[in-house]
C-alpha cells in the first residue's frame, strides 16, 4: 500500500482496493491508521489529464515518511 501511495502520481482509492483485494471500508481504514502512525496522506493530482474535477476520481499520495519509516540514523 505504502509503496503505491509513494509513487509520484499517487494512488487512487480503486488502485489500493485492487492490490489489497481488501474492501473499500478497510481500505480507507488503513489509510487512517497510516495518519494515524505519523504519515502524511494528501490528496493530490486527477488520476489521468482526461479527469474532470467532477468524476469524483483522485489520487491520494504520502506526503512525508512516519519516523519509524526512515533510513536508520534519520530518525533523531
Do not use: F, Y
Not at 501511495?5 to 481504514?29: F, K, M, N, Y
Amino acid at each position: 500500500m505504502l509503496d503505491l501511495l509513494r509513487r509520484d502520481a499517487g494512488a487512487t482509492l480503486t488502485e489500493l482496493i485492487t492490490a489489497t483485494a481488501w474492501l473499500p471500508h478497510s481500505t480507507r481504514a488503513a489509510l487512517t491508521g497510516l495518519r494515524k502512525k505519523g504519515h502524511a496522506i494528501e490528496r493530490c493530482c486527477q488520476s489521468n489529464a482526461n479527469s474532470s474535477p467532477l468524476d469524483g476520481v483522485r489520487s491520494m499520495r504520502a506526503a512525508s515518511l512516519a519516523r519509524e519509516d526512515l533510513p536508520l540514523g534519520q530518525g533523531g
